[in-house]
């Protein structure tokens, strides 16, 4: 599992939000990832992405293998995000 965790502007919610439905859509639809975006409860504008994996070649191959899409929408992205920037994290399962 590989998460992304970041803050958003509060001024930019909406705007997030819309383009969270457009990662959601691309990355689900037509990168056919297993991939959510949660909000963290009680902490307004913390999201968390999360992608699941069922192996490690298809993990290595998440950035290996962005199309232009996914860059233009991480580039938007950044335009919204809080002081911060994004924290990330790979967990394996162990069991």
Do not use: C, W
């Amino acid at each position: 599992m590989f998460t992304i965790s970041y803050n958003i502007k509060p001024d930019a919610r909406d705007a997030y939000l819309d383009l969270a439905r457009q990662m959601k859509d691309h990355f689900t639809g037509v990168r056919k990832k297993n991939y959510a975006i949660f909000e963290t409860k009680g902490k307004k504008n913390q999201f968390t992405e999360v992608f699941i994996s069922e192996s490690v070649e298809e993990f290595d191959a998440l950035e290996d293998n962005q199309d232009e899409k996914t860059e233009e929408l991480v580039r938007r992205l950044e335009d919204l995000l809080s002081n911060g920037g994004m924290k990330y994290s790979t967990l394996l399962e162990t069991l």
